[in-house]
């Protein structure tokens, strides 16, 4: 989320993070992140891979990278 303060954690390996003892797809954690802390409308869509980073780099930026590499 850009923001350090916000720490989620791999649940499984089909798309599932850990976040206060609840768990959510990424993307669903996204948006109820972004409508809590940012206002966002409770209608947007949102690619929650966009939002998330690990060491720095967007989990949407790692999965690219992985990709290419396969």
């Known amino acids: ?36 802390k940012h206002g966002w409308s409770e209608n947007a869509s949102v690619n929650g891979w966009m939002y998330f980073t690990k060491d720095g780099i967007s989990l949407s930026d790692l999965r690219d990278k992985i990709e290419a590499a396969e």
Not at 6 to 33: M, R
């Open 1 to 36: 989320m850009y923001d350090d303060e916000i720490t989620a954690t791999v649940a499984d390996d089909k798309n599932q993070v850990k976040y206060e003892d609840e768990v959510y797809s990424v993307s669903k954690l996204a948006g109820k992140l972004l409508i809590e």
